[in-house]
């Protein structure tokens, strides 16, 4: 973990001490682009995208050992759709973010208006720092009023050795970060925000990922805090602030009958307040597939409706028909949850009657959050233990007298 030190100030001092002198002397000496020296201006009047991408390829395709992007502070970078296209010829790029990127302030104005998958993505490029204090805001809120289709935010795909930290992402159209085909990469520091009813705006996305760690971050959203979905791996989250939203998801897996894999997920040290679910595990009937190796522990809980969740009858419209074919859940443990529920039921085990999953619990302490009330779970088609005290009690899993 770098916290807030620059990635490549790292890599610089790492390489001075173990590289002989003059290999540290060509990191030392590697060349900066700001993208203002490319003709940026930075007023959010002018389209700043052609400036940018001729400066991300003056630094991608740079001789040097490790090259640097800057995004300087003080300025406003307007601009459309972009994509920063790997693989680069330089072993490790440093992308300095410290402005305000902005999109453009009505969706009919992006040029690739009712056809936006994603607004910035950074693509096969291995050895990337993306760091800095700046924004990055979506202007999203015309966006949910229109109800159209919209846009990822950032994007990060087909890439390894990836160092995302310290940025401020504000009001994107949809999810904000999406991590997509990553092996290794370390997420931190970052602050997410947008309204809590605005739709789809997960704050960061797992998907095809292995050894990722998302760490000591704030996000704020109208949909799920992070979604680790399907081909994700040794997953670490932990140190996250999150709600309002809809809490850390696994899932949604197994939509349309796809079969979906899960595994090694381990999150810790999570405050959920005031969010709609806490630690959640969701699946679609008719999926096939796993979610397993999955731990939830030190998690507090302040005033959330579903603390504990796991529902293998996710279903985003009013009705879905019934399916035997189900994910497998198992080797799921939640231990040391703690806190206060929104709703009655505190811990929902709603398992496939076909499939049924295996849970463990340890040490579960939720109370309600409105005096003079009790709470109690719901729970059906699961097995496995429990162990310690736990309130609520969950009767369908045996008490462990080891």
Not at 279 to 289: D, E, L
Request: include cysteine; proline fraction near 4%.
């Amino acid at each position: 973990m770098f916290g807030r030190e620059s990635f490549f100030q790292f890599i610089v001092i790492i390489v001075a001490l173990i590289f002989p002198l003059q290999e540290a002397r060509r990191i030392l000496l590697s060349p900066v682009h700001n993208v203002l020296d490319y003709g940026a201006v930075g007023d959010d009047l002018h389209d700043d995208t052609e400036a940018i991408l001729e400066a991300w390829k003056a630094t991608c395709e740079g001789s040097f050992f490790a090259s640097t992007m800057v995004i300087p502070p003080g300025k406003t970078f307007y601009v459309n759709p972009l994509t920063f296209k790997g693989p680069c010829k330089s072993s490790y790029i440093n992308v300095e973010i410290n402005g305000q990127i902005v999109a453009p302030k009505h969706p009919t104005q992006w040029r690739c208006y009712n056809n936006c998958e994603t607004w910035i993505e950074f693509q096969g490029v291995n050895g990337i720092s993306i760091h800095g204090k700046g924004t990055v805001d979506g202007r999203g809120q015309i966006w949910w009023d229109l109800q159209i289709k919209r846009p990822t935010a950032f994007k990060i795909s087909d890439s390894s050795n990836v160092h995302l930290s310290g940025l401020h992402f504000l009001n994107n159209p949809r999810m904000h970060v999406v991590l997509d085909g990553l092996q290794s990469a370390n997420v931190e520091d970052l602050h997410i925000h947008s309204p809590e009813k605005s739709p789809n705006t997960d704050g960061i996305h797992v998907a095809h990922c292995k050894y990722v760690s998302i760490a000591h971050s704030t996000i704020r959203t109208g949909d799920d805090c992070i979604s680790i979905v399907d081909g994700a791996s040794h997953v670490q989250v932990n140190n996250i602030m999150c709600g309002p939203g809809h809490g850390i998801s696994i899932g949604s897996l197994g939509k349309n009958g796809a079969q979906d894999r899960v595994e090694y997920i381990h999150v810790n040290d999570v405050i959920f307040n005031r969010s709609t679910n806490g630690a959640r595990i969701k699946t679609w009937q008719g999926g096939r597939g796993y979610a397993k190796h999955i731990t939830f522990e030190r998690i507090s809980v302040i005033d959330t409706d579903n603390p504990i969740i796991v529902n293998q009858f996710y279903c985003d419209h009013e009705i879905c028909s019934n399916q035997e074919n189900a994910v497998k859940v198992s080797n799921v443990t939640y231990r040391h949850v703690v806190g206060t529920s929104k709703g009655k039921t505190a811990v929902t085990l709603d398992c496939s009657t076909t499939v049924p999953c295996e849970v463990f619990m340890e040490d579960i302490h939720i109370r309600s959050s409105k005096e003079g009330e009790s709470v109690k779970s719901f729970c059906t088609s699961a097995h496995g233990w429990v162990k310690g005290t736990n309130v609520p009690q969950v009767s369908c899993l045996e008490q462990d007298r080891g």
